[in-house]
């Protein structure tokens, strides 16, 4: 019987492959051993410790609220810091939605804050003012109130029931949050001019901000609607105090009270 034999040089070849694959895995090895030996160097480095705290797009949540809920983090190894924990301290605020957490060696943690807007003051029976957003959460008061100016809706809720961080499901708070979304859609601009909203026999008026007229409206057509009543409110010779129904196709009907 006649043997096979393998030519010299590609049995060279071989054991040549081998040894280059034993010399990387080697080396692969080494790398990876060092990489876990200087990170565990850089989380004990003292020079990386958070010795400041950036804020960015923030508006209604004062820096102070926000390097207060971050201050546990002060002193921290900026590697070691898990995202995660900066943004779950964070979200204890409402106002905060988003955050972005970004690490700016060798000393700096820094956040960048995307903020829920406030859309309605809730009025509590006892006259108090609560922020919600327009899922209906109640949230902390802005850094200053006064710059949001927000309208009004009377409800029957007591103050103690209006905690920060509930969502109110409320049918008439639903409706409400509804239409003033549709008047943002439909009339952007007419939002200044809504003071207050609130219910009455049954009906959801809105008062004037300027004028203090009350306005009963339909959901449909709001754009006509609110057209036909800036024009009475502008030329016509009418008493502002009354109520101007605008429900009916075409008219505008001025009445002193509810009938």
């Excluded at 895995?25 to 480095?45: D, F, H, P, R, Y």
């Excluded at 708070?173 to 001019?193: A, G, M, T, Y």
Aim: proline share 3%; hydrophobic share 40%; net charge positive.
């Amino acid at each position: 019987m006649n043997k096979l034999s393998i030519p010299r040089d590609k049995e060279r070849k071989r054991r040549g492959n081998s040894r280059f694959i034993f010399f990387f895995i080697v080396i692969l090895i080494g790398l990876i051993s060092l990489s876990w030996i200087s990170l565990g160097q850089l989380k004990k480095a003292d020079w990386l410790r958070i010795r400041k705290i950036s804020v960015t797009g923030n508006e209604n949540v004062s820096v102070a609220t926000i390097i207060d809920l971050l201050h546990r983090f002060i002193g921290e190894n900026l590697v070691e810091i898990k995202s995660k924990e900066v943004r779950e301290q964070l979200l204890k605020n409402k106002r905060i939605e988003k955050i972005n957490v970004i690490r700016l060696y060798p000393k700096t943690l820094k956040v960048k804050i995307t903020e829920r807007k406030g859309f309605l003051y809730v009025k509590s029976c006892e006259g108090d003012l609560f922020p919600i957003d327009e899922h209906g959460m109640v949230m902390e008061y802005a850094v200053y109130p006064s710059k949001e100016d927000l309208p009004i809706i009377h409800t029957k809720y007591q103050s103690r029931q209006l905690h920060v961080g509930s969502k109110l499901k409320d049918s008439f708070l639903k409706k409400v949050i509804d239409l003033q979304k549709q008047i943002i859609v439909e009339r952007p601009d007419f939002i200044k001019s809504i003071s207050e909203y609130y219910l009455e026999n049954g009906q959801l008026f809105i008062v004037d901000t300027e004028y203090g007229t009350r306005i009963l409206l339909d959901d449909e057509d709001l754009k006509d609607q609110l057209r036909r009543y800036e024009f009475v409110q502008e030329n016509g010779d009418v008493n502002r105090k009354n109520i101007f129904d605008l429900r009916f196709k075409n008219q505008v009907i001025i009445r002193p009270e509810v009938q």
